[in-house]
């Protein structure tokens, strides 16, 4: 076929080549994958599985050795890890399973089941554990996992630190982390990469202050502690805003004997990095990473997350040009953060020579791109960034979604963010929030009202985001007995204290509607004193309804807390030429 001119395309060919293998065909498998310029990894690690199926090992060493490194993957090591395992040669399997690990390759279910199959055949002689591994094998239960690896590791009587630390990852993986602490908790030597192990688990399921608790323990019992353990320790203080715990880590881990090898590490250094800029210290996060001996693409897209989380667009401009090397990540990260911030022409001008640049787009990059859209009323870049996630089979994004529906809306295209949000596979409280503003923000009050009482007939807990919104749509359409309702729900049934910008909304519905007088009294009954959008409410609500003394206070107000602003002026004229003062109209 190949030699008369005829060029399949590779998922062809590897379906043939598997054909061939499941009928013991091997030679010809083997010479169809010969014919392959450059097959892919899905026909190697098909061959690899063939040739230890029946025995030969070798041959499948030497598919899986030619297999560039850059195109393995944990599909490809599992193969050749259970190919040793099933054919007997347990220190091969641990030893590649050790390789694996070392090349920052993430095991899975199946790499736990073949590399404790190999140390069983290492550290036991019975036919006990043989017996019942087979059994296992072979009444189909392997799938089952931790049943398996469990009943394979009981019969071991020996154990070394790989054996608990594989089993313990396991247990961690399909997040039961009960078993895992009992494993550690049964275990006669306190080995570190066991309790780290426990530690990442902890920290990786958000579980962190079991996660410090442990490393307390750790500590307290004598155990080393590394690189790692701290790296995650800082991480589970950086996720949960513990800048206290992370800020005394950073101090112990300057203080301990440890310091010759942690205190210039890449990998810590970084997690310190990351910890100050989401606690909000970016000052104190950018000294740690001029003072890193080290530094990687890590180091530096962390410094430039922090400036745009704390909106520090234009330093995040300039970090962003001096950075010797940039990722995907990097350029998602700058681009989010401009949209963001208002500089949507500049996003857009990045996005797209993040494409010039060879970078393809992920979702957060596009839904920046259509963020940016948005904020410029550019509906037909938008609708062209949109027929494109069609095509590249993005429009099913979560992110991109919910960028989409506010995109539309901002440019008044309702039907069409309605029409992604009801085609959106997934939705959650942005896509709500997003599709009920979407309605409030072009006069459909009621229709917003009855989406929102869809979204808690389907049990989705309503923020504060939620609220505000509807809020607005009753402010507009002037639904006073429904918002009073849901002002008092926010609080009375999600236990939502409201803020000064719902009492601002729920003031100027009762403005807008000449409930002046309830106004007022709810304007007392704040717990903090009103700002300046309020007595905004409250002076364009006695405009239209001719409250001169009450328009008179709001002003007074106004001109206290926002001096110079014209729109005071603005109102109060207003006011009094509405009244026919018109000596005070010249007045102001």
Same mark, same amino acid.
């Given at each position: 076929m190949i030699t008369s001119g005829f060029h399949p395309r590779g998922h062809i060919l590897n379906r043939l080549i598997n054909v061939y293998c499941k009928s013991s065909n091997l030679r010809y498998a083997l010479h169809l994958f010969d014919q392959i310029p450059n097959p892919d990894i899905v026909a190697r690690t098909t061959l690899v599985s063939a040739y230890s199926g029946v025995g030969d090992v070798t041959l499948a060493r030497r598919v899986f050795s030619e297999t560039p490194s850059s195109m393995r993957d944990t599909v490809s090591y599992n193969a050749m890890i259970a190919g040793y395992s099933h054919n007997r040669d347990g220190n091969a399997a641990v030893e590649l399973f050790r390789e694996m690990m070392r090349g920052g390759f993430r095991p899975d279910e199946f790499t736990f089941t073949s590399v404790l199959s190999g140390l069983a055949l290492i550290v036991e002689e019975e036919k006990q554990c043989q017996q019942l591994h087979c059994a296992i094998v072979k009444s189909g239960a392997l799938l089952a996992t931790l049943v398996s690896n469990a009943l394979v590791f009981d019969e071991m009587p020996k154990r070394d630190e790989l054996s608990w630390t594989t089993m313990i990852t396991g247990y961690v993986r399909n997040e039961d982390l009960d078993g895992a602490r009992q494993l550690l908790d049964g275990m006669d030597e306190k080995l570190e990469v066991a309790w780290n192990a426990m530690i990442s688990g902890y920290v990786h399921h958000g579980f962190c202050h079991e996660a410090l608790k442990l490393f307390r323990e750790m500590h307290l019992m004598g155990i080393r502690q590394d690189e790692f353990t701290y790296t995650s320790v800082i991480s589970a203080c950086a996720n949960n805003g513990l800048f206290k715990h992370g800020k005394q880590l950073h101090a112990y881990?300057?203080?301990?004997?440890a310091k010759p090898t942690v205190d210039f590490s890449l990998s810590v250094?970084?997690?310190?990095v990351t910890l100050y800029f989401r606690c909000g210290k970016i000052d104190e996060a950018r000294y740690i990473f001029n003072n890193m001996s080290v530094r990687d693409l890590v180091s530096w897209n962390a410094i430039l997350s922090g400036y745009v989380s704390g909106g520090r667009i234009q330093e995040a401009k300039s970090f962003f040009e001096e950075m010797p090397e940039r990722s995907g990540l990097t350029w998602t990260v700058i681009i989010s953060g401009l949209a963001q911030n208002g500089c949507g022409e500049e996003a857009m001008k990045l996005f797209n020579q993040m494409r010039l640049?060879? $970078?393809?787009?992920?979702?957060? %990059?596009?839904?920046? !791109?259509?963020?940016?859209?948005?904020?410029l009323g550019a509906l037909e870049h938008g609708r062209q960034l949109h027929a494109q996630l069609i095509c590249l089979g993005h429009d099913s994004s979560l992110s991109v979604g919910n960028s989409l529906i506010t995109m539309y809306a901002r440019c008044g295209v309702v039907d069409d963010a309605d029409c992604v949000f009801l085609t959106m596979p997934y939705i959650d409280s942005v896509s709500w929030n997003a599709m009920i503003a979407a309605l409030a923000q072009h006069g459909y009050g009621v229709q917003a009202i009855r989406l929102f009482k869809q979204m808690l007939g389907e049990d989705i807990m309503p923020d504060r985001?939620? $609220?505000?919104?509807?809020?607005? %749509?009753?402010?507009? !359409?002037?639904?006073v007995k429904e918002g009073r309702q849901y002002f008092r729900l926010m609080h009375d049934s999600y236990g939502i204290a409201p803020g000064e910008d719902h009492y601002a909304r729920m003031i100027d519905l009762l403005c807008r509607?000449?409930?002046?007088?309830?106004?007022?009294?709810?304007?007392?009954?704040?717990?903090?004193?009103?700002g300046a959008p309020i007595w905004e409410a409250i002076l364009a609500g006695c405009r239209t309804h001719g409250n001169m003394d009450l328009g008179i206070q709001a002003a007074e107000r106004l001109f206290e807390l926002v001096p110079q602003h014209d729109g005071t002026y603005v109102l109060l004229s207003n006011l009094y030429a509405a009244s026919g003062r018109w000596d005070n109209v010249a007045k102001v």
């Open positions: 881990i300057l203080r301990s004997e250094n970084n997690a310190l640049d060879g $970078f393809k787009p992920c979702d957060y %990059a596009f839904a920046g !791109a259509i963020t940016s859209c948005a904020a985001i939620t $609220f505000l919104t509807i809020l607005s %749509a009753c402010s507009h !359409a002037g639904l509607s000449g409930e002046l007088t309830e106004a007022k009294d709810l304007i007392k009954s704040m717990p903090f004193e009103p």
